[in-house]
């Protein structure tokens, strides 16, 4: 069996199913989507770790051969609406606190269960930090832009003073929020010393960085030890010079396969092996000067924009890793 963790709609993990079903037909998938599978029961044994959901669906891990942690979370068993039968409002929130320790240390039992199975990518993988990123390629002998995490207005002015262009981006993730009135979306966004007047003395805690002006970007999807990379030469317009995801949907940027050399693959290869990674889109910046700069990877980054452009057909490839696990059972 093919466990696939996901959310519903995701068009990658939709079109690696296909694959599967197309090379294999008699393999059994099974996919949680955490939007619309919660979890309803689960029993725990010496044999068997069983779940259900509210969505009628019952897996055994103990008969999953491949796991792909493709995005989302398992909903957890106790919300703070579950005890509005306790009337003691301090009681009902110790119990609560209580309940989630619980809950916590259960959900771990089950994600540990990835150690002795044949995976791509974990759920542990979405609390690598940037921060934490950044120091181990800087181990490994990978450049990165020069970086600050403050609260304090003084603080980014020194750094502006030092690095003079600077950009500001979120530390983990991009903010999205649409509605019928309006889409509002976070990129990567200079900042320069005549924006600190409009600035409060603190704030909440931001990421700056230096900016690093780009001969072109590179988008590289790292899967089980191999590289698919993609040359992006986003400085072209002035759109996508700071953050390629602001594209205009009317203009065809250039998008290119790309040869990584072999000595930036060899600390990539170190950086995800002491990230514990075996998949993930990583980010490169060549500067003026042909010096690769490491901004970031992101373990479950989207790939189909790689995937199709280049012609990688990257979700066979998926398919075939936990096709292939399978049939190893036999």
């Given at each position: 069996?093919?466990?696939?963790l996901s959310k519903n709609n995701e068009t990658s993990t939709n079109l690696v199913i296909k694959w599967i079903c197309f090379l294999d037909p008699s393999v059994k998938i099974v996919r949680l989507n955490s939007d619309d599978d919660d979890l309803k029961d689960i029993f725990i044994s010496e044999e068997n770790i069983i779940l259900s959901t509210s969505g009628?669906?019952?897996v055994n891990l103990k008969e999953v051969s491949s796991i792909w942690y493709r995005r989302g979370f398992i909903s957890k068993f106790?919300?703070?609406n579950d005890l509005s039968f306790i009337k003691n409002r301090q009681f009902k929130e110790a119990l609560f606190d209580y309940l989630s320790i619980e809950?916590?240390?259960?959900?771990k039992t089950i994600y540990n269960f990835y150690k002795r199975k044949t995976h791509i990518n974990k759920i542990s993988d979405s609390y690598i930090s940037k921060v934490e990123m950044l120091k181990i390629a800087k181990e490994v002998g990978l450049k990165i832009p020069s970086y600050i995490?403050?609260?304090r207005k003084s603080d980014l002015h020194n750094f502006i003073m030092i690095h003079k262009h600077v950009i500001t981006k979120p530390i983990k993730t991009v903010f999205r929020s649409f509605s019928s009135m309006y889409s509002l979306r976070?990129?990567?966004?200079?900042?320069?010393?005549?924006?600190?007047?409009?600035?409060?003395?603190t704030?909440?805690?931001?990421f700056f960085q230096k900016l690093i002006k780009k001969k072109y970007e590179i988008r590289i999807v790292f899967l089980h030890?191999?590289?698919f990379s993609m040359a992006l030469f986003s400085q072209l317009d002035e759109q996508t010079a700071l953050d390629f995801r602001n594209y205009d949907i009317h203009k065809n940027g250039r998008w290119v396969p790309y040869k990584l050399d072999e000595s930036i693959k060899i600390k990539l290869r170190k950086l995800m092996e002491l990230l514990d990674l075996n998949s993930g889109s990583i980010d490169i910046i060549v500067d003026k000067n042909d010096d690769f700069y490491f901004l970031e990877v992101n373990p479950v980054g989207q790939f189909g924009m790689v995937s199709i452009t280049c012609n990688y057909f990257l979700e066979k490839k998926i398919a075939k890793i936990l096709i292939n696990n399978e049939r190893a059972k036999y």
């Open positions: 069996m093919i466990l696939i009628n669906k019952l106790v919300k703070f809950n916590n240390y259960l959900f995490i403050t609260t976070l990129f990567t966004t200079k900042i320069d010393i005549n924006q600190l007047a409009n600035l409060p003395n704030f909440f805690p931001s030890k191999q590289f």
